[in-house]
């Protein structure tokens, strides 16, 4: 790793893997232990088609600014010590909501105004005149729209757009998903003997486990247990452990209560569990990801547009931006159709 100073920088702007990237500038190992099971791991992807360009553009750009990550690394730091403090605490690392992410939904709701309808699937979407568009819904009701922002799972975008669409459905077909889940796991702090310092752990893929990793969840966000107990959160499926997503909750508990007595000991019973899977949820950003996204993008026709997750970014904070950007071409877009009208 300390020849990292020493190998050329790549500069053709190309795209490439995260493994090809990391085991370039880093070596086998690195990627093994510490970016396949950290990087990799943020995304549920497969550091051999992970996108760099997509998932993790600050290390190229480093890269070709520096010449070296180790370089780019020392100048931050540097930039960083030599900037004026605000004096305030540095905000936390992890922020999450007091009462889950329904907590999100729930506020979005209670601010739309309009004809909001809540679970209504669209299921076909066709040209009306005048540059407006029918969505027709599950329930085989009908609605006009001037303008239609999809913020579903690319795959469903595809299917919704394929008769109008079929040069855009056929790359958001392209966009692979993997399906994930975890499993929390209540118990008495005196229980566990491990100090849960730290935030949690991640496990290289190269160990074979049938879960991914574990975060201490009340460690990370205090509110989540009362004093005296701890809530650990498993992490499981994806490309690493499919298998797991097969298990029954009977087997997939006594699973994962197997990992958690061979890495940190735990003997006893949970006082409580919860099992969540995530069907299809994950979307991969695979190597070309953005030429793809572009791909899609140039092919939706007009007023249509496509928001979320499976494009640019995964974090919520991720989708927020973009679905800001995309409400505000939409409008931009009306604006531009009604003077000209
Ligand atoms: C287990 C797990 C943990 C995560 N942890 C974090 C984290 O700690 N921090 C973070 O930032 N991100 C995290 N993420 C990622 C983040 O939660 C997601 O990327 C994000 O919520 C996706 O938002 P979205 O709006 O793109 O998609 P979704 O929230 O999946 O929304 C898609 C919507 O489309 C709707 N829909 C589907 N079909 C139709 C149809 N035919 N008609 C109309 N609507 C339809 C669905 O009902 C759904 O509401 C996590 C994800 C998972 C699975």
């Known amino acids: 790793?300390?020849?990292?100073?020493?190998?050329?920088?790549?500069?053709?702007?190309?795209?490439?893997?995260?493994?090809?990237?990391?085991?370039?500038?880093?070596?086998?190992?690195?990627l093994d232990k510490i970016a396949e099971p950290l990087m990799a791991g943020i995304y549920n992807a497969e550091a051999e088609r992970q996108?760099?360009?997509?998932?993790?553009?600050?290390?190229?750009?480093l890269e070709a600014k520096h010449g070296s990550l180790t370089r780019g690394m020392l100048a931050a730091q540097r930039a960083r010590a030599s900037a004026p403090q605000a004096g305030n605490a540095p905000p936390s690392l992890f922020m999450s909501f007091a009462r889950g992410a329904q907590e999100l939904v729930d506020a979005l709701v209670s601010r739309l105004a309009g004809d909001l309808r809540l679970n209504a699937g669209v299921e076909a979407l066709a040209r009306a005149d005048g540059g407006a568009y029918t969505l027709t819904l599950e329930d085989g009701s009908r609605l006009r729209a001037d303008a239609v922002v999809l913020a579903t799972p690319s795959y469903v975008a595809a299917g919704v757009l394929r008769a109008l669409a079929p040069e855009a459905a056929a790359p958001l077909d392209a966009i692979r998903y993997v399906s994930t889940g975890t499993v929390s796991l209540a118990y008495r702090r005196a229980d566990i003997h491990h100090p849960l310092d730290g935030f949690g752990l991640v496990i290289p893929r190269s160990e074979r486990r049938p879960v991914n990793a574990v975060t201490w969840t009340s460690t990370k966000f205090s509110h989540r247990?009362?004093?005296?107990?701890?809530?650990?959160?498993?992490?499981?499926?994806?490309?690493?452990?499919?298998?797991?997503?097969?298990?029954?909750?009977?087997?997939?508990?006594?699973?994962?209560?197997?990992?958690?007595?061979?890495?940190l000991g735990i003997d006893a019973a949970p006082l409580f569990h919860r099992i969540y899977r995530w069907q299809q949820a994950n979307p991969q950003y695979d190597v070309g990801h953005l030429d793809r996204v572009a791909a899609i993008e140039a092919a939706l026709p007009a007023g249509v547009y496509v928001t979320g997750s499976p494009y640019r970014g995964i974090g919520i904070s991720d989708c927020v931006r973009q679905a800001q950007e995309t409400a505000q071409q939409a409008v931009a877009a009306l604006v531009k159709q009604t003077i000209q009208g």
């Open 225 to 263: 247990a009362p004093a005296g107990y701890a809530l650990l959160r498993v992490f499981f499926g994806g490309s690493r452990s499919p298998q797991s997503m097969a298990l029954d909750d009977a087997a997939l508990l006594a699973t994962v209560r197997g990992e958690l007595r061979s890495m």
């Open 1 to 30: 790793m300390a020849l990292e100073l020493f190998i050329p920088p790549k500069r053709d702007g190309q795209d490439e893997t995260l493994a090809d990237f990391v085991r370039r500038r880093l070596g086998a190992e690195a």
């Open 51 to 61: 996108s760099l360009l997509a998932t993790f553009p600050r290390f190229r750009a």
